[in-house]
C-alpha cells in the first residue's frame, strides 16, 4: 500500500510559478512510475506529467502537450518525493492537481494510488 500527500498549492498569478510537492509513503518508491493528473471545475480529469524507470535505467518524463516546456517534474528517491515545478503559468491551469503511482506499460501509465488533491488557483 501506497500513501500519497501532496502540498504546494495556492493561489499563483498568470505568468508565475507554483512547486507542487508529492511524499509517498513505503520503500519501493523509486519503482512506482509517478505522475500528476489535474481536474478543473466541470471537466474530466486530464494527465499533465509523468515520471517512469526506462529499459536504459534512467528516468524517462512524459508530459502533456500544453506542458511541454512550462512544467518539469523532478523526484527526488531519497525523499520519496514527487515534484511539479509550474511556470509561465496561465488561467487554464487552475485545477485540482492528483498525485498518483503505478506502472506503465504497453498501454501507458495505470495508476494504483492517488493522493487527496490540491488545489491550484491561477489569477491574472
Known amino acids: 500500500q501506497v500513501q500519497l500527500v501532496e502540498s504546494g498549492g495556492g493561489l499563483g498569478q498568470a505568468g508565475g510559478s507554483l512547486r507542487l510537492s508529492c511524499t509517498a509513503s513505503?520503500?519501493?518508491?523509486?519503482?512506482?512510475?509517478m505522475g500528476w493528473v489535474r481536474q478543473a471545475p466541470g471537466k474530466e480529469r486530464k494527465f499533465v506529467a509523468a515520471?517512469?524507470?526506462?529499459?536504459?535505467?534512467?528516468?524517462?518524463?512524459d508530459y502533456a502537450d500544453s506542458m511541454k516546456g512550462r512544467f518539469t517534474i523532478p523526484r527526488n528517491n531519497a525523499k520519496n518525493t514527487l515534484y511539479l515545478q509550474m511556470n509561465s503559468m496561465d488561467l487554464e491551469d487552475t485545477a485540482v492537481y492528483y498525485c498518483?503511482?503505478?506502472?506503465?506499460?504497453?498501454?501507458?501509465?495505470?495508476?494504483?494510488?492517488w493522493g487527496q488533491g490540491t488545489q491550484v488557483t491561477v489569477s491574472s
Open positions: 513505503g520503500r519501493t518508491f523509486r519503482t512506482y512510475a
Open positions: 498518483a503511482a503505478g506502472r506503465h506499460g504497453s498501454s501507458g501509465y495505470q495508476y494504483d494510488y
Open positions: 515520471t517512469r524507470w526506462s529499459a536504459d535505467s534512467t528516468y524517462s518524463t
